[in-house]
């Protein structure tokens, strides 16, 4: 089992960036996938970014170039490092975790944090 934690969100003008962080507890956190997750206000949570257990990382088109997402596997971190940031990037911003391999069905992902908020001001 995953136990995750997000944290680093915050309010930024348009044009910044932020980091967000999950931590997890669990001895295995390293054969896990992680994702993270957005969810605006009456919109579907949707996939930002991934990586795998191996290191491999994955991306909404959405997000691509401006995003970068990173995982600690000594530290068992994750971490989306964003930049250029958009108001319509604003959302709750979660991290997910799964077996196997990264996938963007959230409903997919075995464990959720509680979720860290990002605003972006125009």
């Known amino acids: 089992q995953v136990h995750l934690v997000e944290s680093g969100g915050g309010l930024v003008q348009a044009g910044g960036s932020l980091r967000v962080s999950c931590a997890a507890s669990?001895?295995?956190?390293?054969?896990?996938?992680m994702g993270w997750f957005r969810q605006a206000p009456g919109k579907e949570r949707e996939f930002v970014a991934g990586?795998?257990?191996?290191?491999?990382?994955y991306y909404a088109d959405s997000v691509k170039g401006r995003f970068t997402i990173s995982r600690d596997n000594f530290k068992d971190t994750v971490d989306l490092q964003m930049n250029s940031l958009k108001p319509k990037d604003a959302a709750v911003y979660y991290c997910?975790?799964?077996?196997?391999?990264?996938?963007?069905?959230?409903?997919?992902?075995?464990?959720w944090g509680q979720g860290t908020q990002v605003t972006v001001s125009s």
């Open positions: 990586v795998s257990w191996g290191g491999s990382t």
């Open positions: 997910g975790a799964r077996k196997v391999a990264v996938t963007t069905r959230s409903a997919e992902y075995a464990y």
């Open positions: 669990g001895r295995t956190f390293s054969t896990y996938a």
